[in-house]
């Protein structure tokens, strides 16, 4: 470890995929990294993950990771009071388009409570190429490509800075909340009814995993709804919950702690009032 002198050698005792764990014993150059690695880690446990991921990119910068076959291409390396735990890949991470990465979200929407403004927002182009991952409409038509394209999409995302991690939570709940509207919210669930004939409406959970249907298909079909109910129809019959979970997922892989926080677009079901205009204008109860 290290590029021209050993910072020190890991043991490995541990494995909890994709997480390693072991001894650290230091060497000769060590000294001069360990506030690096102590300033990493206060950051991680203060969940300040900008600031942890302009720190990290020090030890990134600096530092190199080998395994008994040879340098690995990317690696997230925790080291303290002589233990360490890491992941690392074979591949390069794909850093993408990084313009407004970072940026405040500055939409006059209220916020969740609770959530302040200055979060890390991923750009819309970043957001689109990585739910592109999930095959379009034709990676959403079976349950198992689907499951394939979310567990794909979490591994890629899982090499991503902290922030951007964050940052693509924050653009799909944008993006479920935008399709939170009373005409599509409405529509009866394709190919279903009820007991007497009539249409099966979609509940508060269906219409949820619907709406994540709709972004699963990508930009395009996405897009295209807005103002054309009849093309949200199809997608009542699909239930793509498990999109909901892979920035979490990714989360917990990249810092080895849980998904604890509230996005700032609340996309529960009914959540957006301008888009049920009879809850906007619902006057408060006494």
């Known amino acids: 470890m290290g590029q021209n002198e ?16 072991g001894r650290f014993m230091a ?9 690096l690695f102590a300033r990493s880690r206060a950051l991680a446990d203060a969940e300040d993950w900008e600031g942890f991921d302009g720190v990290y990119e020090e030890v990134r910068k600096t530092l190199s990771l080998v395994s008994p076959s040879g340098p690995v291409a990317e690696f997230l390396l925790h080291v303290q009071d002589g233990h360490s735990w890491f992941r690392w890949s074979d591949e390069p991470s794909d850093d993408g388009d990084d313009d407004g990465d970072h940026v405040v979200n500055d939409s006059r929407t209220p916020l ?11 750009t819309w182009e970043r957001f689109w190429q990585l739910i592109a991952v999930l095959g379009g409409e034709a990676g959403i038509e079976t349950y198992q490509g689907f499951e394939e394209g979310c567990a794909r999409l979490t591994a890629i995302l899982s090499r991503e800075p902290v922030g951007r991690i ?29 007991s007497d004939g009539s249409p099966f409406p979609q509940s508060d959970d269906s219409f949820l995993y619907s709406r994540a249907a709709v972004v699963a298909a990508g930009r395009q079909p996405y897009e295209s709804v807005f103002g054309c109910p ?8 699909l239930q793509c919950e498990e999109l909901l979970y892979v920035h979490e997922e990714a989360f917990e892989q990249a810092t080895g702690t849980e ?7 609340d996309y529960e079901s ?15 109860d006494a």
């Open 6 to 21: 050993l910072v020190g050698e890991i043991v490995v005792e541990e494995t909890d995929f994709p997480w390693l764990r």
């Open 112 to 122: 969740n409570e609770g959530v302040g403004p200055g979060l890390p927002v991923m």
């Open 27 to 35: 060497g000769p150059a060590f000294a001069a990294f360990e506030p």
């Open 270 to 284: 009914c959540s957006n009032k301008d888009g049920w205009p009879e809850l906007r204008d619902r006057a408060p």
């Open 230 to 237: 009849e093309r949200f129809a199809p997608f009542t019959a």
């Open 166 to 194: 964050i940052g693509f939570g924050e653009r799909l709940a944008e993006a479920l909340y935008r399709l939170d509207q009373e005409p599509f919210g409405t529509l009866p669930v394709v190919g279903m009814e009820l």
């Open 259 to 265: 998904w604890d926080r509230l996005t700032r677009y």
